[in-house]
């Protein structure tokens, strides 16, 4: 029988259609993050077979929100080794900035936007992303954040990045019930309503994740953003 290839496995299991190229694109993302991981730390998975399933096909669970999202830039918040961000941007064409502080993971971010003649859709940006929303008011179509914080910090620092009718999805390991209660009652405050809770068992059987897509209804009743890190030091609720 013949072996299934990454690209078969992904269009299976996500019910998606990426072309060999742009599977070879994300295959080269994976490879670049896991050769640059032995100089710096940018991920604790290392066997490339893992690393497929926990960055390549976590990333694109969430793809069906972002295809379904309106027209508009994408920016994946908090993106350290560029996942979910570039996976998403190549598998859906859409333009994409990847938020990262840290200058050393931006550098091996750019070099592979370099190397595979992405500029022209991807960038990225060395801020915070309070630092962004004061610059990019209600810019972005969609907001990605993976394994970043709590449901109500993803929330409030997507708010004011998101235009009306924009797309936040967060991505979340371990959901507990208290979490989500708390999404819950911030929904209003911050403009945002919860359209979907998707559990999602991955391929190899094991690993769970849970995706919360959210819709900009509205603008925040609060003044946003706040001063970096006061979304984390002094949550709303």
């Not at 290392?46 to 027209?71: P, W």
Request: net charge neutral; with cysteine.
């Amino acid at each position: 029988m013949k072996k299934e290839t990454l690209r078969d496995k992904l269009n299976r299991v996500l019910e998606c259609d990426l072309s060999d190229y742009q599977v070879e694109l994300i295959e080269n993302h994976l490879s670049h993050i896991l050769f640059w991981n032995t100089k710096i730390n940018l991920t604790s998975i290392t066997d490339v077979a893992a690393a497929e399933v926990l960055h390549i096909e976590d990333s694109l669970t969430g793809l069906r929100f972002v295809n379904k999202a309106i027209e508009g830039k994408l920016v994946d918040i908090g993106s350290g080794g560029g996942f979910p961000g570039i996976p998403l941007s190549i598998a859906s064409c859409r333009e994409t900035s990847l938020v990262e502080a840290r200058t050393k993971k931006i550098q091996v971010l750019n070099e592979f936007i370099k190397n595979s003649s992405l500029e022209k859709q991807i960038n990225t940006i060395s801020k915070r992303a309070e630092e962004l929303a004061v610059e990019s008011n209600n810019s972005f179509s969609v907001v990605t954040a993976r394994a970043l914080s709590t449901l109500p910090v993803v929330m409030e620092l997507a708010s004011p990045l998101l235009t009306k009718s924009g797309t936040l999805i967060a991505y979340k390991g371990n959901l507990p019930k208290d979490e989500t209660d708390s999404a819950k009652k911030l929904q209003e405050t911050l403009g945002l309503s919860i359209t979907e809770v998707k559990p999602i068992t991955l391929s190899d059987g094991v690993s769970s994740r849970t995706l919360v897509v959210f819709e900009k209804t509205g603008d925040p009743l609060i003044s946003l953003p706040r001063r970096v890190g006061m979304a984390q030091k002094k949550p709303l609720l």
